[in-house]
C-alpha cells in the first residue's frame, strides 16, 4: 500500500536515518565516559535507536517507502562527528545536546503516529507510542545526569531546553495510555 502523505514519508525517512545518526553518536559518547554504569545505560540508548531504526524500516516496507539516501548520507556523517566530539568537548555536552535531542524525538514519533491516524490507519499506534515514550526515558535519564550542573541554566536559555523546558509535553508520572494520547505533541 502505497501512502498519499507526503510530511509523514518524509518524516518516516528521517526517523530512520536520524536513529543511525544517534546510535553513533552513542557509540562515542559510551566510549568517552569513564563510569561503568554510565557506559552500560549509555550502551543500552544506543541499542534502542539501533531497535527504532529496525521498527521504522520494517513500516516503511509495509508502505514502499524507499529509504532516502541523502538522510543516509546526512545522518552518517552527524552521527560520526557528533561520535568523535565527545572525547573532546568534555563530560557535560555530550550529556546535555543527547537530551536536548532525545527530548524532540519524543514528538518525532507521535506526530508518525497521528499522520498514520489522519489516514485512518491505526495498527501502528502502540509502535510509535512505545517508541516516543523510550524517547522521553532517554531525555529523562540525560537531564538526571545534568540537572543539577552549574552550566544547565545557561545552556537552557540559550538553546531552550533544560530543567524548566522540554519539546515535549509527556510527563512519565502521570502518561496516558495508548488510546488517550492523542494531545501528545500536537501542534497548534
Same mark, same amino acid.
Given at each position: 500500500? &502505497? ?16 536513529? @543511525? ?34 521498527? %521504522?524500516?520494517?513500516?516503511?516496507? %509495509?508502505?514502499?517507502?524507499? %529509504? ?5 548520507? &546526512?545522518?552518517?556523517?552527524?552521527? @560520526? ?24 524525538? %519524543? ?26 515514550? &523510550?524517547? !522521553? ?9 545534568? !540537572? ?25 508520572? &502521570? ?14
Amino acid at each position: 500500500m &502505497k501512502l498519499n502523505h507526503p510530511a509523514l514519508t518524509d518524516l518516516l525517512q528521517k526517523a530512520y536515518s536520524a536513529e @543511525k545518526a544517534a546510535a553513533f553518536a552513542y557509540q562515542g559518547h559510551a566510549g568517552s565516559v569513564k563510569d561503568v554504569s554510565e557506559k552500560a545505560a549509555i550502551r543500552q540508548i544506543e541499542i534502542d535507536e539501533w531497535f527504532h531504526r529496525k521498527e %521504522v524500516l520494517q513500516i516503511m516496507n %509495509v508502505y514502499d517507502i524507499p %529509504v532516502s539516501k541523502w538522510y543516509e548520507f &546526512k545522518f552518517y556523517i552527524i552521527g @560520526k562527528i557528533i561520535s568523535g566530539s565527545c572525547y573532546v568537548i568534555g563530560w557535560f555536552m555530550p550529556f546535555y545536546f543527547a537530551g536536548r535531542l532525545e527530548s524532540g524525538n %519524543v514528538c518525532e514519533y507521535f506526530r508518525i503516529k497521528q499522520y498514520f491516524n489522519s489516514l485512518g490507519i491505526k495498527e501502528h499506534d502502540l509502535l510509535f507510542y512505545e517508541m516516543g515514550m &523510550k524517547e !522521553k526515558e532517554h531525555e529523562i535519564y540525560f537531564l538526571a545526569h545534568i !540537572k543539577t550542573n552549574k552550566f544547565l541554566p545557561f545552556y537552557e536559555k540559550y538553546f531552550s531546553w533544560g530543567n524548566n523546558s522540554s519539546f515535549n509535553n509527556i510527563d512519565l508520572d &502521570k502518561k496516558y495510555p495508548v488510546e488517550h494520547s492523542d494531545h501528545y505533541c500536537k501542534r497548534e
